[in-house]
């Protein structure tokens, strides 16, 4: 499944946010930045996929916050709270030329959402495919 695979290279590559420490320059913090905003599309986008094959008719055409609530009450994600929290610092992505937006998303990347991706992951690996 190649969303699935595209989703695990993601993951394997913002692992890499854990090599970096403040104060950081402005290409590496583009760069986690980047790592980041890639593993969270490459997330709902398998999401989406993998609750359609399983029937769920919100995957055909929901938006990242449809997909996000629906894989919550499929019990493929087990903290939509989080996951959404997730979603607004995606979006917020694109003020990340904002030093401060930037740092923000880093340090909540490393506390809280690279943990999440894992989760996802291993559920997917347990239970769905």
């Known amino acids: 499944m190649k969303k699935y695979e595209n989703?695990?290279?993601?993951?394997?590559?913002?692992?890499?946010?854990?090599?970096?420490?403040?104060?950081y320059n402005t290409v590496v913090l583009t760069g986690l930045v980047g790592l980041y905003e890639i593993c969270f599309e490459q997330s709902w986008k398998m999401m989406k996929e993998i609750l359609e094959i399983h029937g769920y008719e919100e995957g055909a055409t929901g938006s990242?916050?449809?997909?996000?609530?629906?894989?919550?009450?499929?019990?493929m994600i087990k903290n939509?709270?989080?996951?959404?929290?997730?979603?607004?610092?995606?979006?917020?992505v694109t003020h990340s030329?904002?030093?401060?937006?930037?740092l923000e998303?880093?340090?909540?990347?490393?506390?809280?959402?690279?943990?999440?991706?894992?989760?996802?992951?291993d559920e997917i690996d347990k239970n769905w495919l």
């Not at 695990?8 to 420490?21: P, T």
């Not at 990242?64 to 019990?75: D, E, F, Q, S, V």
């Not at 939509?80 to 607004?88: I, N, P, T, V, Y």
Request: hydrophobic share 40%.
């Open 7 to 23: 989703f695990c290279a993601s993951l394997k590559n913002m692992k890499e946010i854990y090599d970096y420490d403040e104060p």
């Open 64 to 75: 990242p916050k449809i997909i996000l609530r629906t894989a919550y009450r499929a019990g």
């Open 80 to 92: 939509e709270d989080a996951w959404l929290s997730a979603l607004q610092e995606r979006n917020n």
């Open 97 to 102: 030329y904002n030093e401060k937006i930037a």
């Open 105 to 121: 998303i880093v340090r909540q990347a490393k506390a809280i959402f690279y943990d999440l991706f894992v989760q996802l992951k």
